[in-house]
């Protein structure tokens, strides 16, 4: 190999060599920084705070973003300790379809598609339920189903982590449907639900 080659190849080797070890040392390096940067572990004692807890509490008065409920009856189904008497929205066809499907999900394994109490949990050992359609239940107002959805009520945990409030809602109009579809007056069927009432008769 000629001298001037030789030195060109020498020269191109120890430029790749040089390369690679300038990039392992950056790559370290960020790898480093981000390992070791200053943080406390959740709970661990802070002394750069006066109370010496690395935890902090929210500033006084501040809301976090999306969280400012301030209308009662939507959030809480109460307003002034009442359970509110009607929906804090319009309810619709679809609305109470929906509503079933949440039903079916989350209140049918213990309360049964007809509410009853006899779901398929209970079947299987679980404490029973009150039947939705006895006439305690059938003539609490919806904030009262709402209520307990929210913040549970005996055995049954709450569901406000699981289900959003307006599918709550939805879920409580669906159970007022289910209730009257099992106490309905034969006076307000349909002529053709009536006479076939009749005809089973």
């Known amino acids: 190999m000629q001298p001037r080659k030789r030195i060109h190849s020498i020269l191109r080797r120890a430029g790749l060599i040089s390369a690679i ?12 920084t ?12 802070a002394a750069f705070f006066p109370d010496g ?29 009442q359970y509110v008497e009607a929906f804090p929205f319009m309810i619709t066809k679809e609305d109470l379809e929906y509503g079933r499907q949440r039903y079916d999900i989350y209140c049918a394994p213990c309360h049964g598609f007809t509410g009853d109490g006899d779901g398929m949990i209970v079947q299987r050992g679980f ?19 709402f209520y307990a959805i ?27 449907a289910l209730q009257l579809s099992q106490h309905a007056p034969v006076t307000e069927l349909p002529a053709e639900d009536v006479a076939k009432l009749e005809a089973t008769q």
């Not at 935890?55 to 809480?76: K, M, S, W």
């Not at 005996?154 to 669906?174: E, K, Q």
Request: net charge negative; proline share 9%; hydrophobic share 35%.
């Open 53 to 81: 807890q690395s935890a902090r509490l929210p500033v006084e008065d501040t809301v976090p973003y999306g969280a400012a409920h301030t209308d009662d009856a939507l959030y809480t189904g109460q307003v002034d300790g």
């Open 21 to 32: 070890l300038l990039a392992v040392l950056i790559l370290s390096g960020c790898t480093m």
């Open 127 to 145: 404490r029973q339920p009150h039947s939705f359609n006895q006439d305690r239940l059938r003539e609490a107002a919806p904030g009262y189903f």
């Open 34 to 45: 981000m390992k070791v940067q200053p943080r406390v572990d959740p709970y661990e004692p």
């Open 150 to 176: 929210t913040n549970g009520f005996g055995t049954m945990p709450s569901y406000a982590n699981r289900i959003p409030v307006h599918d709550r809602w939805l879920i409580v109009a669906y159970i007022k």
